[in-house]
């Protein structure tokens, strides 16, 4: 998947950086959109997240790869964990999703 973002990475999503934190089960990673690009770090950074997802790796392979939309129902299940799910869209839509 982070292979396939900068081919499908969108300009001007987002106004300002922001910084999501996936927790993909036993991975953590970064990646940190701007307006006119992006980063991933493995890992945690010291700045705050503005959105923290967790969720296992199959669901968030089947959100990037096979277009799956979570419903309410994913959130209040546990199936997906997220502190902000507002921006989660924004983040799909920076990479063309």
């Known amino acids: 998947m982070i292979s396939e973002m900068e081919a ?7 106004a300002a950086e922001t910084i999501f934190l996936f927790n993909l089960e036993k991975e ?8 006119d690009g992006y980063r991933v770090v493995m ?5 705050p997240a503005d959105c923290e997802c967790s969720t296992g ?7 990037w790869y096979d277009g799956y939309r979570p ?3 994913d959130f ?3 199936a997906i ?13 920076a990479f063309g999703r």
Request: with cysteine; glycine share 18%.
């Open 43 to 47: 890992g945690t950074t010291p700045e």
């Open 76 to 78: 209040l299940g546990g």
């Open 8 to 14: 499908a990475f969108c300009k001007g999503v987002f």
């Open 28 to 35: 953590t990673v970064t990646i940190v959109v701007g307006p």
């Open 81 to 93: 964990r997220c502190d902000n799910p507002l921006l989660l869209p924004g983040f799909l839509k």
């Open 57 to 63: 790796a199959g669901m968030f392979k089947r959100i």
């Open 71 to 73: 419903g309410i129902m």
